[in-house]
């Protein structure tokens, strides 16, 4: 199985859900994620790439393999900070 995701990561739960907030509002994910996200992935618009089970934590790992598609994830905590996660396919 595979999946492609993207994520955006910061430090708080509050930045995390200010930032739910804004794409719930239209922003869009790319720039938001480009702007704040704190991972090496935010270069690309925060786009993990072909995502393959294991290969993130566990915790990040379960929200692209078992949560709903197309739907902003979060805040879900790790031990790097807090992510919001969107996968676009599992397969």
Same mark, same amino acid.
């Given at each position: 199985?595979?999946?492609?995701?993207?994520?955006?990561?910061?430090?708080?739960?509050?930045?995390a859900?200010?930032?739910?907030?804004?794409?719930?509002?239209?922003?869009? +994910?790319?720039?938001?994620? @480009?702007?704040?996200?704190?991972?090496?992935s935010?270069?690309? *618009?925060?786009? /993990?790439?072909? =995502?393959?089970?294991?290969?993130?934590?566990?915790?990040?790992?379960?929200?692209? +393999?078992?949560?709903?598609? @197309?739907?902003?994830?979060?805040?879900?905590?790790?031990?790097? *900070?807090?992510? /919001?996660?969107? =996968?676009?396919?599992?397969?």
């Amino acid at each position: 199985m595979k999946a492609q995701a993207r994520h955006i990561l910061v430090k708080t739960a509050e930045q995390a859900e200010a930032l739910k907030q804004r794409l719930a509002n239209g922003e869009a +994910f790319d720039v938001l994620a @480009r702007k704040h996200s704190l991972c090496p992935s935010a270069k690309r *618009g925060g786009d /993990l790439g072909e =995502v393959r089970p294991g290969q993130m934590v566990a915790v990040i790992d379960r929200v692209i +393999f078992k949560k709903p598609l @197309r739907t902003v994830h979060g805040p879900v905590k790790s031990t790097f *900070g807090y992510h /919001l996660v969107q =996968v676009f396919f599992r397969g």
